[in-house]
T-cell receptor
């Protein structure tokens, strides 16, 4: 079984719709992250969480919100989707105990298309 | 900002050696990762450098010079399966990891 899972894997939606992307992990890591990836721009951090009570904005948080429901679950919401949010979204986890060795383990990605 | 620069694309021949460079802003540096990403898949960890010098792991090696804000990933004995994007990622100020845009490597027979 995969350590980091994302649902859905693919989603097509319309402008203005509310969308939730979910991430679950069985690695027991405290830290979780949401990134989006666009061609030519690499991975950009949207939000991250270091434990259930901790939520932090990343580089590009506008238009997104997150919820850390439990240590193992971190969901990303688009309250009112717009076409420029079309991208590949990755969830990742890392181990707080690793300190600066912040190796991140990525989920398989969710391809979101906003029409 | 923490501009992380790497070439957009590279091409090399099967069996050859290729070096992918990465430059970054040095202020707040805490470590550097290289990840491999095949098209449509998740990035996977290749290497980590925090001290100056070369880290070798099989066919892959990674080098770091902190004073120059420079790293490279060296791939030896290239195989067709090495065709992928290679992402340079820098950890700043303990918590903030920034990714470069990635280098798409094509290995030709």
């Amino acid at each position: 079984d995969a350590d980091v899972t994302q649902t859905p894997r693919n989603r097509i939606t319309k402008t203005g719709k509310r969308i939730m992307l979910e991430c679950s992990q069985t690695k027991g890591h405290d830290r979780m992250y949401w990134y989006r990836q666009d061609p030519g721009l690499g991975l950009r951090l949207i939000y991250y969480s270091f434990d259930v009570k901790d939520i932090n904005k990343g580089e590009i948080s506008d238009g997104y919100s997150v919820s850390r429901q439990a240590q193992a679950k971190f969901s990303l919401s688009l309250e009112s989707a717009i076409p420029n949010q079309t991208a590949l979204y990755f969830c990742a986890t890392s181990d707080e105990l690793a300190g600066n060795y912040n190796e991140q383990f990525f989920g398989p990605g969710t391809r979101l298309t906003v029409l | 900002g923490q501009n992380i620069d790497q070439p957009t694309e590279m091409t090399a021949t099967e069996g050859a050696i290729v070096q992918i460079n990465c430059t970054y802003q040095t202020s707040g540096f805490n470590g550097l990762f290289w990840y491999q990403q095949h098209a449509g898949e998740a990035p996977t960890f290749l290497s980590y450098n925090v001290l100056d010098g070369l880290e070798e792991k099989g066919r892959f090696s990674s080098f770091l010079s902190r004073s120059k804000g420079y790293s490279y990933l060296l791939l030896k004995e290239l195989q067709m399966k090495d065709s992928a994007s290679y992402l340079c990622a820098v950890v700043y100020n303990n918590n903030d990891m920034r990714f470069g845009a990635g280098t798409r490597l094509t290995v030709k027979p």
